[in-house]
């Protein structure tokens, strides 16, 4: 594998990269939200799962993967037998960002200069807990992982490797499960869990 460069590490590490981040106006997504919800895990955790941005409940609560689609997460962590405290989970974007319909605040799809304008949170994120493997859930995680639009359906369960040396899984969001109608959601589950089967050989 080629050589990582060394990470440049910021002085105060985690909670100061947490902190700062708070305070982000670098999108319009920050204005709006609640706060800026933070990855969660041990530091050198083995493997890195990457979301889109919180939902509406992880932006109230600032914990990453806390509602419906963290809910189908931790059922799929559980089936393979990983423990959620021993993996690192994070968003690629900060904040939530959404619509208002009356009371309801509805996820919208962050733009891509978004994302890409929240990119380095995440690689100093990345820097930081230098995880051994990252698993990409969905599209807009994939691509700031991989610096290249991806086309998770052709893509899925495979490993991609970065310019650091960093190997990606590509995998769906778990919200792409819940989209689905009822009668496809456990094979589409089954096909999930297969996919983060591979997570536990990164070396393959
Ligand atoms: N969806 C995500 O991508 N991330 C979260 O934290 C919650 C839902």
Known sequence: APQRPAPIVAPGGLPALREAAQACRECPIGALATQAVPGEGPLHARLMFVGEQPGDQEDLRGRPFVGPAG??????????????????????????????????????TPTQQEAAACRHWLDEEIA?????????????????????????????????????????????????????????????????VRDLERARMPAA
């Open 71 to 108: 809910q189908l997460f931790d059922r799929a962590l559980a089936q393979l037998g990983i423990a959620r405290q021993d993996v690192y989970v994070t968003n690629a974007v900060r904040h939530f960002k959404f619509e208002l319909r009356g009371k309801r605040r509805i996820h919208k």
């Open 128 to 192: 930081l807990v230098q995880p051994r493997a990252l698993v990409a859930l969905g599209a807009t995680a994939a691509r700031s992982l991989l610096g290249r639009p991806v086309a998770v359906l052709t893509e899925r369960g495979e490993w991609f490797e970065r310019p650091d040396g960093l190997r990606v899984l590509v995998t769906l969001h778990p919200s792409a499960l819940l989209r689905m109608e009822p009668p496809q959601q456990p094979a589409a589950f089954d096909a999930f």
